[in-house]
């Protein structure tokens, strides 16, 4: 499988904007749920891949400048909206930068959280 950018089914009126996120579109079962809010201008989140963890990215509001580089060398670049979303696989490099104000990032995980399983070097995840 390969990364893919996804758009969430939403639904907005009057009310507002709603997200649903229906679990079959997730292929993987979650143990782990964090997000990424308040992120200081000019400030990246992520600058690492995983071994073996792989993650379901949200944007739930704001925007977001996403920069994701595969193990074999293709790179997937673009603005994120409110609503789009992505799969993470494994040894993906993933920068996130350009956070608006009011930018929230919602992380899924298929494992808890274990510093060992993280590459955060970039020269590292390039020889491998």
């Known amino acids: 499988m390969t990364t893919t950018w996804l758009d969430i089914d939403t639904s907005i009126n009057e009310r507002g904007l709603m997200g649903i996120l229906e679990f079959p579109i997730v292929p993987f079962e979650v143990k782990r749920l964090f997000w990424l809010s308040q992120v200081p201008a000019g400030e990246l989140r992520g600058e690492h891949a995983h071994r073996s963890c792989e993650q379901f990215i949200i944007l739930l509001t704001g925007s977001v400048h996403c920069r994701i580089e595969l193990r074999d060398g293709q790179v ?21 930068s350009q ?8 992380v899924l995980a298929n494992e808890l959280y274990d510093e060992t399983e993280y590459i955060r070097s970039y020269d590292e995840f390039k020889s491998r």
């Open 76 to 96: 997937i670049e673009g603005d994120m909206s409110p609503g789009n979303a992505f799969h993470l696989q494994t040894f993906s490099w993933l920068v996130l």
């Open 99 to 106: 956070f608006s104000k009011d930018s929230t990032v919602l």
